[in-house]
Every structure is written in structure tokens, then in C-alpha cells.
């Protein structure tokens, strides 16, 4: 999860953090996007306007909830409703043959065993140690508002990212490297690349300088020899950066030197170019078995610097894909409080994060994220046999678009005079469920003698599976306009 700094794009906030307010208190925060479910919008640096407020859009919490087999108390920090709940426990990374699983097998393949140990069935729950005082975040992070992230209780949480599990599993010591997948929870927008679901993968990778550093106790050479070991790919990648700078993209000195910094730089981006290489060229090949024609360009990537709470220096690598240069994953080195506080003191690490749901999405062409949750064979038979036979991968052909009805609903902002999207996003969610494509804020504005806020939302349903009735639309829109009133307190204009 991604800190200070913005470059928000509009679909790929960590957390999109917009509050509407009659007499908004603006705070401009700076935050940087995430590694989060795909768009083809490019990376704008931009800053975000937060408007400080208390909302809440979750009626009244069960005492006790059951998230994946696991029973936990709730108190009022509860906001998980029931669709993400039920999703919990659907694990599509590990399902046989369904693109999020693929997505990661082909990453694997990039890091084998023994080097890289995988570790997948990490239950969703985590402790909001876990997911951001563990790894650096202050306290005062947005990315700890009720507003964007799913609470059980207020000390546990459904994880944000799988940084979350980082110092466990560097406490666990089990093997030089480890690639970490699992299913997280953002609270969003609703629209064709972003579900309150979705998936990454955390690798790391690290050198111990009790067995490996030089007679001066340094790694640089040790380093050195595992990235002679590596590929070469042959492909130019744009890297500007020098390998740290002391004042924006600092060195971890003096635990690190210079020459270790700029070894272990080499050897992280080195391995993950190799694995974009891997994912694109087989995206090049389901194109071709798919007998969809196919462009000579060759793939660009460039490097750019970044900030995250829990490495440094820390860089995100983006790839030009259809016009746009695309964010397809951050990383950096490890910040050494987190390998000290795992017991392991002597190591140094990098570590990576990467979403899956997006890579998948440009992988086989899907362009719509609710489709990963679909049933629809349609949909599941065009994967069958690929788990076991990667090359056997072959681009999605779409199957029919349905109809599209868009419905407006404008209302007055209720009670205190504070909203969050994000909780205009969820209760629209979760009462039309997937059958809502995409929402839209398209009017704001404050009553001029009361200073009431009134906002205007466009919300386009549209099944993946069939056409909609007019008079289901419909129904499902009342509903949506009584939960919106019943749970935020708004009133219908
Ligand atoms: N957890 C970060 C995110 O979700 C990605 C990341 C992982 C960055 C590991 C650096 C190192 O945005």
C-alpha cells in the first residue's frame, strides 16, 4: 500500500479519498496510487482533496461475524458488508484454471523453488498491526480510514495489501525468497477495474550477511554473483534513477552501503523486468493462438521512483501498453526496522508488490473485473487446462454484451453534512451487487442560502449474464435509492 506522495489516478487510488461536506474542511493529503486492479489510465500527478469527516454507511453490525471459517466480535468500527464477506472465502488465486490463479502460476515460474517458497492460503484477517504499524505506516495514515479500508473491530481488519504479512514471513526464515498471493479488500468506486476484492503478490528476496558478506561483513559481492545467475533479456528499459538519492529516495545508511544498495537495486529490477517479459510475451502468444493479430512493437518498461512506508529506496515499474505508460508494480528495499523486529537482523531483502486481477486483465483482455467473479462458463470454460498447461493460454474472446441502463439519483447530503464516495459506492454495491458496472459522481454543488450539499449519481447497471428487465432495473433502483436514505440519511432530490 502506497503512502505520501500523490500520483492518484483517478480509478487506481489506494484509497480514494473524497468526502463531501456543506462546509468541507480541506486537508490535501499526498498519497500515492497502489498496486491495484487494472485501468488503462496512466499514472497523473495530481493532488487529493480530503475533506475531513466521520461518516459511517453500515447499519447496525452483527455482534459477531464469520469471515472464512473464522468467527470475530465486531464493535462500531465495523463497516464489511455482506458481499465482501461472502467473497472471503472464494479464493480465486488458487482455483484451478481461473485467470487470477494463471496470472500468478506465470509469475512463479519467474521465481522458482528452492529459492522462492510460495506461500497462498493466508486467511484475509489481519490485525491493523499486521497491516500498517508492522510496516511503517503512522499513525494518521488515510489508508487507515474507515472510509477505505473493511473493518471487523477496530483493531482487525480485512488486509489492504499483502504487505501485511511481510514480517511474519520474514520472521519465518523459511527460505531466501518467498512469493506471498493472496485475495485483499479496498473500499472503492464502483466501475470496470475496480472490485472491493481483489488479488497481489508479495515476493521478497534476501541475502544474510552472517553467511554471505565479504571479511568486511558487506553483501555487495555475494549480490553480485546471484544477478550474474539471472537473464539477460536483451530489451532497453528506461532507468533515469540513480541507485538512491540521499534526499528523495534515500540509501538505509549506515546499515547499507552504497555498492550494496546499488547490487541489490540491480538485481531486484533485473528479476522483475524478466518477469514482466515472461507476462507480456505470453500475452503475446494468447494473442497469437487466439488468432488475434498481433503489433511487432517491442515492450518498453521504465523505472520511476516511489515512495512506500516500508522500503527504501523504493521504485514502481511501468510498462507502455496501448498508448499509456501503465504502473504494473511497486517495490524497493526493505526497510531494516522490519527485518529486525523479525528476528533477522543480519538480513537485507528486497520485496515487491504486484496486482494480480490487473496483470491478468491485461494478460487475457478481460475488461471487466466482475467478470473474475463470475460463474458463467462462458466465461470459466475458455481457461480450462491452462493450470497444467501454461501454454495452452489463449486470449478471452468476449462473449455478448448486454444492454446498458443508466439511472440517475440525486439526493441532499444528510445528517452532519459529511459523505464519503466510497460509502455511496458500497451501498449502491451492495444492494445491486454485480449488476452495477460503473457509478459516477456528475453533480455537486451547495445550496446558495443553506448551504446544503447536493450530489448527482449516475449509476449504469448492466448484467454481465443477460439483459435486464426495465422493470427489474428499476426495482433494483428503488432499492438502491431507499438504502441510500435508510443507511447514509440522505434525501432523495
Ligand atoms: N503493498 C504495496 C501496495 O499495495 C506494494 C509494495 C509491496 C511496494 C512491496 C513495495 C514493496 O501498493
Known amino acids: 500500500m502506497a503512502a505520501t506522495a500523490i500520483r492518484l489516478p483517478r480509478s487506481m487510488a489506494l484509497v480514494a479519498a473524497r468526502r463531501f461536506s456543506a462546509a468541507p474542511a480541506l486537508t490535501a493529503t499526498t498519497r500515492r496510487c497502489c498496486i491495484r486492479s487494472p485501468t488503462s489510465a496512466h499514472i497523473l500527478s495530481t493532488t487529493t482533496l480530503r475533506f475531513l469527516s466521520n461518516s459511517s454507511s453500515s447499519p447496525a453490525p452483527p455482534s459477531v461475524v464469520e469471515i472464512d471459517g473464522r468467527k470475530y466480535n465486531t464493535d462500531k468500527w465495523f463497516n464489511t458488508p455482506a458481499n465482501v464477506i461472502a467473497a472471503a472465502s472464494r479464493r480465486l488465486h488458487l482455483q484451478e484454471d481461473h485467470p487470477v490463479a494463471i496470472t500468478r502460476q506465470i509469475i512463479e515460474s519467474r521465481f522458482p523453488a528452492p529459492t522462492f517458497r510460495y506461500v497462498n492460503s493466508l486467511h484475509p484477517v489481519v490485525s491493523t498491526f499486521q497491516n500498517f504499524d508492522s510496516l511503517g505506516f503512522p499513525p494518521d495514515h488515510p489508508g487507515r480510514a474507515r472510509s477505505d479500508t473493511y473493518y471487523v473491530n477496530s483493531d482487525t481488519l480485512l488486509r489492504t495489501h499483502t504487505s501485511a504479512h511481510e514480517l511474519e514471513t520474514f520472521r519465518a526464515n523459511a527460505s531466501p525468497g518467498f512469493l506471498l498471493s493472496a485475495d485483499v479488500y479496498r473500499r472503492d468506486e464502483v466501475d470496470r477495474t475496480h472490485y ?200 478471452f474472446v468476449p462473449f455478448s454484451k448486454y444492454p446498458a441502463c443508466y439511472k ?68 433494483l433502483h428503488d432499492d438502491v435509492n431507499e438504502a441510500l436514505v435508510q443507511r447514509l440519511g440522505v434525501e432523495i432530490r
Open 408 to 475: 440517475d439519483v440525486s439526493f441532499w447530503v444528510g445528517g452532519d453534512g459529511s459523505l464519503h464516495n466510497n460509502d455511496v459506492m458500497e451501498v449502491i454495491r451492495s444492494v445491486a451487487g454485480d449488476v452495477v458496472e460503473d457509478v459516477q459522481l456528475t453533480d455537486s454543488f451547495a445550496h446558495p442560502k443553506t448551504g446544503r450539499q447536493s450530489l448527482c449519481y449516475r449509476i449504469n447497471y448492466r448484467s454481465l449474464e443477460r439483459t435486464l428487465t426495465n422493470a427489474e432495473t428499476n426495482r
Open 196 to 395: 472491493p476484492v481483489f488479488h497481489q503478490m508479495e515476493g521478497a528476496r534476501v541475502w544474510d550477511r552472517r553467511t554471505e558478506a565479504d571479511e568486511k561483513g558487506d553483501l555487495t559481492a555475494a549480490i553480485l554473483r546471484d544477478l550474474a545467475k539471472l537473464q539477460e533479456h536483451g530489451i532497453a528499459v528506461e532507468d533515469p534513477n540513480p541507485p538512491f538519492h540521499d534526499e528523495t529516495n534515500p540509501r538505509q545508511a549506515p546499515q547499507h552501503s552504497p555498492s550494496e544498495v546499488e547490487a541489490l537495486g540491480r538485481h531486484l529490477k533485473r528479476s522483475l523486468e524478466l518477469m514482466v517479459v515472461e507476462v507480456f510475451s505470453r500475452a503475446k502468444k494468447a494473442k497469437a493462438l487466439a488468432g488475434v493479430e498481433t503489433t511487432d512493437e517491442p515492450l518498453r518498461m521504465r523505472w520511476v521512483e516511489a515512495f512506500f512506508p516500508f522500503t527504501s529506496p523504493s521504485w514502481e515499474l511501468e510498462v507502455y501498453y496501448e498508448g499509456d505508460w501503465l504502473e504494473v508494480l511497486g517495490c524497493g528495499i526493505t526497510k531494516q526496522p522490519i527485518l529486525d523486529a523479525a528476528g533477522v537482523p543480519s538480513q537485507m531483502a528486497w520485496a515487491f508488490g504486484i496486482g494480480l486481477d490487473r496483470i491478468a486483465m491485461l494478460l487475457f483482455q478481460i475488461t471487466d473485473i466482475r467478470l473474475f467473479w463470475s460463474q458463467d462458463e462462458r466465461f470459466l470454460s475458455q481457461f480450462r487446462g491452462v493450470s497444467t498447461d501454461l501454454d495452452k493460454l489463449r486470449q
